[in-house]
């Protein structure tokens, strides 16, 4: 009777340090769930507006990395394409840009890097290193490609083929939207 007692006992032990060890496990899993997946997004993807590209950024976070476009607008921006391609190729040549990584995503931007006047309004210092992402977990480099026929292209260089969600943030007063593209550290 003893003997079963204790083995009841050591099961009893066993299971609920088992749970302990595997709760917080499912609970971070959770935390970072995303259903975005990683097919094509896009909107009004031929339509090239009269907006102008401002500034490229990038942020970490908990459970993506973050791209930002700075978008000055003169019409309500709201054309751009974002899609995992084989290779980044450049719009109007159709040179492949080399990027780091384990797979690439071209962005199409319905703005373009100038002016009325002809003017740049977005120069990076180095436009294969737009955006410094050293010790981001998921991007490995983003690439500004440049302007054609009223549309722009940025190369995004990630870690593996992964989920991403796009969207727009509207300026309001300040005029300058926010094309946000989203990566996930994992799928």
Known sequence: ?????????????????????????????????????????????????????????????????????DIAEVEGFESYSVRYVPQVRMDGSGAVVPLRGGAKLQVTIGATGYDDDGDPTYTPAVPREAVGVAGFSTLRQVAWLGSYEGRSDVGIGTRARLPFRVFVLEGGSSHVDRLVIDVAHRW
């Open 1 to 69: 009777m003893t003997r079963n007692r204790f083995r009841i006992l050591v099961l009893i032990l066993s299971a609920l340090a088992l749970l302990g060890v595997v709760s917080p496990a499912a609970a971070a899993t959770n935390a970072c769930a995303t259903p975005w997946g990683s097919l094509a997004k896009s909107v009004h993807p031929n339509d090239p507006g009269r907006n102008f590209v401002h500034d490229i950024r990038a942020g970490k976070h908990a459970c993506y990395d973050r791209v930002v476009i």
